[in-house]
């Protein structure tokens, strides 16, 4: 965690992040995986924990900005996808209507195709090869008004593969 915690830190200066200062003032917060998962995931259970930090972080600054690696969903014991399509579509909510921005980054050498299609259902951009999309697979409201029968995210290489290549 060290030398991620300090390439991480390095990339954030390259871009003129002055991170010892932001990390001193509270308005830089790093995470780790470790910390987000706990032995039984519950979404309901996590959103009510983001909100709280979001709603702390709120009231010292004006706006709250988000950016979290999926893999964090790989530590043992993974989340299926079906769960992590759940977990996505109550995040959205918790955004709504409050200045915060996220980034959810899911590496397609990484992640498998159900997982994914998860991603794609619940985020309503999507950046796909550096560049950003309206997402036309953006489902996160009725995954959860049909809940648990929209949460299955079955899904194939060629079927993830076809999703990608029209967002392209």
């Known amino acids: 965690?060290?030398?991620?915690?300090?390439?991480?830190?390095?990339?954030?200066?390259?871009?003129?992040?002055?991170?010892?200062?932001?990390?001193?003032?509270?308005?830089?917060?790093?995470?780790?995986?470790?910390?987000?998962?706990?032995?039984?995931?519950?979404?309901?259970?996590?959103?009510?924990?983001?909100?709280?930090?979001?709603?702390?972080?709120?009231?010292?600054?004006?706006?709250?900005?988000?950016?979290?690696?999926?893999?964090?969903?790989?530590?043992?014991?993974?989340?299926?996808?079906d769960r992590l399509c759940h977990w996505e579509a109550t995040a959205d909510l918790i955004y709504e209507d409050v200045p915060v921005k996220t980034v959810c980054m899911y590496d397609l050498n990484l992640h498998a195709p159900d997982e994914i299609r998860a991603a794609l259902r619940t985020h309503p951009t999507a950046v796909v090869d550096g560049v950003t999309h309206q997402n036309p697979y953006y489902e996160a409201v009725e995954i959860l008004d049909a809940e648990p029968g929209l949460n299955a995210s079955a899904a194939d290489p060629g079927m993830v593969g076809k999703m990608l290549a029209a967002l392209r």
């Open 1 to 81: 965690l060290g030398v991620e915690r300090s390439n991480l830190y390095r990339k954030m200066r390259a871009f003129g992040i002055e991170v010892a200062e932001h990390l001193k003032s509270g308005a830089l917060v790093i995470g780790t995986g470790e910390q987000w998962r706990e032995s039984t995931f519950n979404s309901i259970a996590k959103a009510r924990e983001l909100w709280q930090h979001i709603d702390e972080q709120l009231t010292t600054f004006p706006g709250v900005r988000i950016a979290g690696n999926a893999i964090w969903a790989h530590i043992a014991p993974p989340i299926a996808a």
